[in-house]
């Protein structure tokens, strides 16, 4: 992969204590950069702020003094209910929220502005997913994701600053929390329960936490990254029932993964795998952590 020289350079990661954000965080200290987190529930310290993004006056005056040199905006409300009496709320946090942020660093002289976005904006789109298609939102997380991308295009075309949109698809890691599938599927397992899913005919693109953390630090300093947007996923598809049966077999207890025993949503996305060419020819992304060693390493 790319060289990545971060040395020294001021980072500002919002959201820096969430689930991605702990990885991306821990990664940039060990490639010697000085990081600055600003998130909701993190203890105060010299270089964490615990601030809510949506308090304009609050991030600036936390801003002003960190003077970053690149930004990584994960700050988010992450909900996917898609009933829209939360879509107010949503777009607070995600798109005014994201407005706060930009306005905040707008007169510092940063190279980079890196926004978590995310694989949901495409919808039912046709996969493999690519960049060139059209965003088709399905949920008020969705549409409050798009928005924001053109939110950071249109913003950083007018002032001249530099972004990089990146859409991350279906990662996994140790430790994440129950929402989301594959944990929810390992640890209902280790606690002696049968595991309850559809058919499994759905495909995915899974990435491990990793790889998503080497993606946003190959990001920060290529100049083919700027003004870009990037699908960030392995390329690959995998039936959620071939994902079952590798769990099965690496978890050897009384308790197992049963398809079928649950029926398909009215909406169901059958296929969401991504086109990684972009990143790979672009960025030199390649991811390392194939699903097999990603699910030994959480199990």
Wanted: glycine share 6%; net charge positive.
């Amino acid at each position: 992969m790319g060289t990545i020289n971060l040395k020294n350079k001021r980072i500002l990661v919002t959201g820096g204590n969430g689930y991605l954000g702990t990885f991306l965080v821990k990664a940039l200290r060990s490639e010697g950069a000085e990081v600055f987190v600003i998130s909701n529930n993190v203890t105060p310290s010299t270089n964490n702020f615990s601030v809510n993004i949506t308090n304009f006056e609050e991030l600036n005056t936390i801003v002003q003094k960190i003077q970053p040199d690149i930004i990584y905006h994960l700050a988010a409300n992450i909900s996917r209910n898609r009933d829209f009496s939360i879509y107010e709320s949503m777009t607070l946090s995600n798109v005014t929220g994201t407005l706060n942020v930009l306005q905040a660093v707008k007169n510092i002289n940063y190279t980079n502005f890196i926004f978590t976005s995310s694989s949901e904006i495409y919808g039912n789109n046709v996969s493999p997913l690519n960049e060139k298609q059209h965003p088709k939102p399905v949920s008020p997380y969705s549409l409050s994701k798009a928005s924001a991308e053109l939110l950071i295009q249109t913003f950083s075309n007018l002032y001249n600053k530099n972004y990089t949109n990146l859409r991350i698809f279906n990662f996994y890691g140790k430790n994440m929390s129950e929402e989301f599938f594959i944990p929810q599927m390992v640890n209902s397992l280790k606690r002696g329960q049968d595991f309850l899913m559809t058919k499994g005919a759905q495909m995915r693109d899974f990435l491990y936490v990793d790889d998503v953390v080497a993606a946003l630090l190959l990001a920060a300093t290529n100049t083919n990254a700027y003004n870009e947007t990037f699908n960030v996923c392995s390329g690959k598809g995998t039936k959620l029932s071939d994902l079952a049966t590798a769990v099965n077999e690496q978890i050897k207890g009384n308790a197992k993964v049963i398809l079928g025993a649950i029926p398909y949503r009215d909406n169901e996305v059958w296929e969401m795998i991504g086109d990684n060419s972009k990143i790979k020819e672009k960025l030199g992304f390649i991811p390392q952590v194939n699903l097999e060693n990603g699910v030994k390493n959480i199990i």
